[in-house]
């Protein structure tokens, strides 16, 4: 079967797109590629450090030129971070390059996931993480939506069966 050459995975943090994409190359027989942990290699630092020290316009610029380079790559499954979406031209990246799946999941099942973890600067700017990662799905869903090839709800079941509704769904 002749699937998408790249396929990009979006969605908010939590979404599981890096379990979820790793499950997928696989499966699919592709390169797996993490803009995050890409990122982290390239400058030796973590995601909290580059926001403490750049602040979320440096971490975007580092992001955006990471992402033109992942995506000249080709035969890949690439995870791309939460807030990838906010730049026009990363939406155009995206577009242009590949087949774009929104990994989709509940509130609920995002809080639990990412409420308590210290690698997420954007949630922990204020006291309440819950209402913080329901304003960046408001701000960020019609984002991922205009890109999104594909729309997948994840979270309720295992990451095996989102692979499978993945690929289901993908042309040939």
Known sequence: MAYPENIYLVGPMGAGKTTIGRQLAKQLRKEFLDCDLELEKRTG??????????GEDGFRAREATMLEELCEHRGV????GGGVIHRSENRSQLVT???VIYLNPPLEILYQR????????????DDDPRQRIRE???ARDPLY???ADLVVETG??????VVRDII???PQ
Do not use: C, K
């Open 136 to 138: 960046l799905l408001e």
């Open 97 to 99: 390059n590949g087949f």
């Open 156 to 161: 309720r079941n295992s990451s095996r069966f």
């Open 45 to 54: 630092a973590d995601i909290p450090l580059i926001f403490e020290l750049e």
């Open 145 to 147: 939506r205009q890109v």
């Open 114 to 125: 990412t409420a308590h973890d210290r690698n997420r600067p954007m949630l922990h700017t």
């Open 168 to 170: 289901d769904g993908l």
């Open 77 to 80: 499954v690439l995870a791309t």
